[in-house]
């Protein structure tokens, strides 16, 4: 396996499991090597026969937490990384897989909890991303706003973007308009940058501005075609206005 020879080191599993049916260790192995190969529904029964022989197997249920996850199956996935967490607690990659769950699902008060532990065990930049998708998602726009703080300090130009629009949203319109100008900068045939300087110059009252922004925006679809594809309809819209 180590060698990558994936075919040989199955048959081998296979083998294994064979002659030890009831080996835990062998059966979560060859599960596991299912499971990365994307063989879902080879992965599933073997974990799901560990489980028999040990309900409380944490590597078990966190293989059916990944594959139930994989198929939108949510509760289901749920409920097992939190039987999985019993034992991986300290485990922050684990915790961070459970907040995605949970946000997926839409319980955004537990999807916080989580990944604030997750934060707790190991910050990390996606965490800390997580973190401001579910704040916000969960009615805490400044609190979202605040999160990607420590990711745009280091320069991450997806939580730049991401707090410009934000900003937007707060109505923090100076503010947004400041973050397009700084994005400009160091990019200029950034659509999105574009996108939100024509939104902060249409606030201002300044049409002008704004139609130059968003028809510069809608000839940059290499870049970004849904961008490019957005501004130029809102530049036709503002163009049949009076």
Partial sequence: EHLGHMDKAMGVYQLGTKLFPRDRQLLGLQAHLLHISGLEEQAQPLYEKILKIDP??????LGLAQIDRALGFLDRSAEHYDRTLKDFGLRPQVWREYAEVLYESRDYQAAEVAVRKALELAPDD?????LALILREGGDLSGAIEALAPLVQAGRSDAVQAK???LIEAGRYPEAGAMAEGLLRAQPAQPLAHYIRARV???SGRKAQALADLRLASTLGKQAPFTARVCAQLAASLEARP
């Fill in 126 to 130: 996606e965490s800390s991303l997580d």
């Fill in 164 to 166: 410009a629009l934000w």
């Fill in 56 to 61: 409380e197997n944490a590597d078990a249920h």
């Fill in 201 to 203: 110059h249409l606030i």
